[in-house]
């Protein structure tokens, strides 16, 4: 993922990097190889776990929340429960902002259609930050992580996040949460 002309931010993304601490009893049940998908919603970010044996049909609307659509993602995709996130088209367009999202992101209003470039810039280059997302939104694959900044005013006081961009569905799209890093804030 670090090349050698990005020698400069190899500091950035080890600090950034060594931020993501997947909580495994969150994710995966102990000696669990694969971990299993996870359903979540797509506003308050709440896991949505069925009880084993009932065979009722999944419901696709938060029964927390009653604003989210129940989406899939692989466990290692989320960091916690009630993430910040965005979920994105192909296209790099906005599609959904979870509530803790909106807190770094701006209100769901005006974030909806919104591209991922004009929200924020990867000191690794927009052009991995784009291109990670959209194949994410077209196929599975496994999650990358990318140091982020907003372009807003807030970038100083947000700081360097670390973006974490998988693949969610249904219907497939890009799941980027991010979380803060303390680094880069002034
Ligand atoms: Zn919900």
Redesign the pocket.
Known sequence: MVHGRFCGFRVVIARVTALIRIDRAWTAAPGDERPRPIR???????P?EEPPGRPQPRRR????????M?LTCPRDALPGAAAAFLILTFELEVSAVSEAGEKIFGSEHGLIGAQLLDLMTSPMGDDQLARHTSIAAQRPCDPVVLPVRLTSERAGEVGTMAARIATCGPPRAALLTVEPSNFGRR
């Open positions: 979540f919603c797509s506003r308050c970010g709440h949505s609307v938060c029964e927390r929340c009653g604003m989210g129940i």
